[in-house]
């Protein structure tokens, strides 16, 4: 196998995956097949991205709408994938060994059942104080959703510091994805040191 040189790795990598349900719709299957397929692939690329060294991942699980306009059998079917494999993956030795955050990111609290919900939280909290990697999950996220949230953020912080300016690190601040490198970007940036 070829030695990769790991100064040549992207710092953050995000996955929008796409096309679950056309390639279920080909084989006949239900689109929560394809759901199930891409989440096996999903194992699969966080698998790679821990052996190959990517200090940030990110995986987008579906936007605010794909969640609640979408048929209510796929949707259920989507929420018990997601707990299944939050659970499996806060059982997973490379989490701890890699020392891999993990933030679940998004309006996902308003809409995941209870199951899908707690499996997420007890493997953010798990992972809390890990420093080396982030794995990031975006669900039921739109970044319209990420903008108005700042924004209310910034405007009720402004109402008790009145000397508050609007900064980038002010927005920032309050985004949701704060801390996160840009994606794709220099591998040198925002990285802890190792």
């Not at 007890?122 to 924004?151: C, P, W």
């Not at 402004?158 to 300016?165: I, V």
């Not at 794709?184 to 925002?190: A, G, I, V, Y």
Request: charge should be positive; hydrophobic fraction near 35%; proline fraction near 3%.
């Amino acid at each position: 196998m070829t030695q990769i040189d790991k100064n040549l790795l992207p710092n953050h990598v995000a996955i929008v995956p796409d096309g679950n349900r056309r390639w279920a719709r080909k084989r006949g299957l239900a689109d929560w097949q394809g759901h199930l397929y891409g989440a096996e692939k999903t194992r699969e690329q966080i698998q790679a991205a821990f052996d190959l060294g990517i200090y940030c991942l990110s995986w987008w699980g579906g936007s605010w709408s794909n969640l609640t306009e979408r048929s209510k059998i796929e949707v259920n079917n989507l929420f018990r994938i997601y707990a299944k494999y939050f659970r499996e993956l806060s059982r997973k030795k490379e989490i701890y060994k890699h020392q891999v955050k993990v933030n679940v990111i998004g309006r996902w609290r308003e809409i995941l059942p209870t199951k899908a919900k707690m499996a997420a939280i007890e493997l953010e909290e798990a992972t809390k104080s890990h420093n080396q990697r982030l794995l990031n999950f975006f669900i039921a996220y739109d970044g319209r959703d990420e903008m108005l949230s700042a924004v209310k953020g910034i405007i009720k912080e402004s109402r008790r510091n009145k000397s508050l300016k609007a900064t980038k690190e002010v927005l920032e601040s309050h985004l949701w994805t704060v801390g996160l490198p840009p994606v794709d970007s220099d591998r040198q940036r925002q990285r802890p040191a190792q």
